[in-house]
């Protein structure tokens, strides 16, 4: 065997940088890598990254580095330097994640536990934040993956940090379907938006505005409407050709949302035909209604 041919079967060191702001998840992040089987290593100074990866050599195991304003010697201008250091001499499989969120939300989980944010000890928690996110302005453009928790429910933020970055990739892509509400906001992580407010509102039907899309009269309603059945063909045939370019892209994981104004009706019913059919076409699909409050 040739020693290029031998280069070309050894895969290459696996390495996620894991950035953002603080209070975002960056930690939660790195949790869940170090549970698929990644070896976390957290705020390590920049100047000992390189030590961590061996040019030529693939690592035991693949490496999550967290490393946010609080490491040592850290600055975004030297983190991207050394990251493109890296992807030259050492020919790392390299992904820079960041974890993102809304000013908002972040003073909202800083008060709740009542920590305090590292840039704001001495000015208001706001002030900190904002210019927290100005020094991290430059690693959020430059990231691979960006991942906003502001909307995340826990199990959702695992979801995607598996999807991404599970070591024992699956043979087919996984295509996640969610129900939404445009009045709480669209679903950051999706890949594909649909919105199905211009069918018929069961809303305004006095016997079934308590119910739900997973109702059989809703779901009658809305399939009664004249509309939907094109819309439903139009939206399998869009789907149909697109699934296995995906998945010959490499991508393992696919996020579909349907909206509508209150996330009960419509987009619920929409996204349960929807996996309906994935289903029966053999696609892996899981599926959840965002915003549909339990009865």
Avoid at 55 to 84: H, K, N, S, W, Y
Avoid at 100 to 109: G, N, T
Avoid at 248 to 265: D, F, N, P, R
Wanted: charged letters at 25%.
């Amino acid at each position: 065997m040739s020693a290029e041919t031998t280069a070309a079967a050894t895969p290459s060191p696996r390495m996620v940088i894991v950035t953002g702001l603080s209070g975002a998840g960056r930690t939660s992040a790195l949790k869940e890598l170090e549970d698929l089987g990644y070896e976390a290593v957290d705020n390590l100074p920049l100047s000992l990254l390189p030590s961590l990866v061996r040019p030529g050599e693939a690592q035991a195991r693949p490496l999550a580095v967290g490393i946010d304003i609080r490491t040592r010697d850290f600055g975004a201008g030297p983190v991207l330097a050394e990251i493109d250091r890296l992807l030259a001499e050492a020919h790392l499989d390299l992904t820079l994640l960041f974890i993102d969120c809304e000013d908002e939300v972040l003073a909202r989980r800083y008060t709740e536990t009542r920590r305090r944010h590292p840039l704001a000890q001495d000015r208001p928690l706001l002030d900190g934040i904002g210019h927290e996110r100005q020094l991290m302005r430059p690693l959020r453009d430059r990231a691979d993956t960006v991942i906003d928790t502001s909307r995340l429910a826990p199990g959702d933020f695992k979801r995607l940090i598996d999807g991404q970055f599970a070591l024992s990739r699956q043979s087919r892509l996984v295509v996640f379907v969610t129900s939404f509400a445009y009045r709480h906001g669209l679903p950051r992580e999706a890949d594909l938006v649909f919105d199905a407010r211009f069918l018929a509102n069961p809303h305004y039907v006095f016997d079934l505005r308590p119910q739900s899309g997973r109702d059989r009269p809703v779901a009658d309603f809305i399939a009664a409407d004249p509309g939907f059945a094109p819309f439903f063909q139009g939206l399998t045939d869009l789907l149909a050709p697109l699934l296995p370019r995906f998945a010959q892209e490499g991508k393992s994981y696919l996020t579909i949302a349907v909206g509508c104004t209150g996330g009960k009706h419509r987009s619920v019913f929409v996204a349960e035909r929807l996996a309906r059919w994935l289903t029966e076409i053999g696609q892996p699909v899981e599926l959840r209604h965002r915003d549909l409050l339990p009865a």
